[in-house]
């Protein structure tokens, strides 16, 4: 690793970055897969406001891949939008 980059879990955002620089076999896979990859998908949180794309969004996807009912999850996004 180089002595300038400290270690981390990013994913650089360009795909000229060599995959020596990465601290690890599992960053560097994945910066592998995203620098080959022809489309990449986003589940589009960035775009939303803090308080639902960080909070409720995040949270509500987590409780409804554990099994919490759809209905409920999405009334409490969409009650936490401004």
Same mark, same amino acid.
């Given at each position: 690793?180089?002595? %300038? ?9 360009? /795909? !000229? ?6 601290? !690890? ?9 995203? /620098? +080959?990859?022809?489309?990449?998908? #986003? /589940? &589009?949180?960035?775009?939303?406001? &803090? ?7 995040? #949270? &509500?996807?987590?409780?409804?891949? /554990?099994?919490? !009912?759809? %209905?409920?999850?999405? !009334? +409490?996004? &969409?009650?936490?939008?401004?």
């Amino acid at each position: 690793m180089r002595a %300038d980059v400290q270690a981390g879990s990013a994913v650089a955002p360009h /795909n !000229d970055v060599p995959l020596s620089w990465y601290v !690890d076999d599992l960053q560097r896979g994945y910066a592998e897969i995203l /620098n +080959n990859a022809s489309v990449i998908r #986003t /589940n &589009g949180s960035f775009l939303m406001p &803090g308080e639902v794309g960080q909070g409720s969004f995040w #949270t &509500g996807i987590v409780d409804y891949a /554990n099994g919490a !009912d759809l %209905d409920t999850v999405l !009334d +409490n996004i &969409g009650a936490s939008w401004p």
